[in-house]
């Protein structure tokens, strides 16, 4: 007995090819605009998480130990201090390439970083850096859990994350070692 090959393999493989590409397409197309469909960020380490690993966006976690070994002989004890108390630093950047990135950082991704920092549990520095720029701080007890600078450079995005147990009057100390200029005296 002889066995005729199916209708569906024989006539219609372009049709299949054809679906498969079309479903390939789609789901990357939503898999490119998951971003978008992720709630609003509550917290900053959410919102690093939240785009971290998303197109267009850079992101690092600085090893506190590593920073301290390679600089610390250059580094007063005040700095050195600074450094003992900080448990985490993370970087997160975003350059985007085209108008429709441009737009996204505009309408989305800076007024989404305003609203985690909004909150009462975050106080402002002044800070007299690059424009686009500003410093939040997150304080317990007389001591500052969190610090974020963050805002839009240039044509693109950064926000720097540092967390630790850390005093505000070595946290100035320390960038005004990086810029005179760069904070109030008076903090």
Excluded: H, W
């Excluded at 066995?3 to 493989?13: A, I, K």
């Excluded at 005179?180 to 903090?187: C, T």
């Amino acid at each position: 007995m002889t066995t005729t090959p199916s209708v569906l393999t024989t006539t219609y493989p372009f049709k299949n090819y054809i679906l498969f590409l079309f479903t390939a397409v789609l789901l990357g197309a939503q898999a490119c605009s998951s971003t978008s469909k992720l709630p609003p960020a509550q917290t900053s380490l959410e919102f690093y998480d939240k785009y971290r690993n998303q197109a267009g966006f850079k992101s690092s976690s600085i090893p506190v130990g590593l920073v301290t070994r390679i600089i610390g002989s250059q580094l007063d004890d005040s700095t050195i201090a600074m450094l003992q108390g900080i448990k985490s630093i993370r970087l997160l950047s975003y350059a985007p390439e085209n108008n429709k990135g441009q737009r996204f950082l505009t309408n989305r991704l800076l007024p989404e970083i305003q609203n985690v920092y909004k909150t009462p549990s975050y106080s402002s520095l002044p800070l007299n850096g690059p424009a686009g720029l500003e410093l939040k701080v997150k304080e317990d007890q007389q001591k500052v859990k969190e610090m974020a600078v963050f805002g839009q450079r240039r044509n693109g995005f950064v926000l720097l994350l540092v967390e630790g147990n850390m005093d505000q009057r070595m946290i100035q100390k320390v960038l005004q070692k990086i810029d005179p200029d760069l904070v109030a005296k008076d903090l």
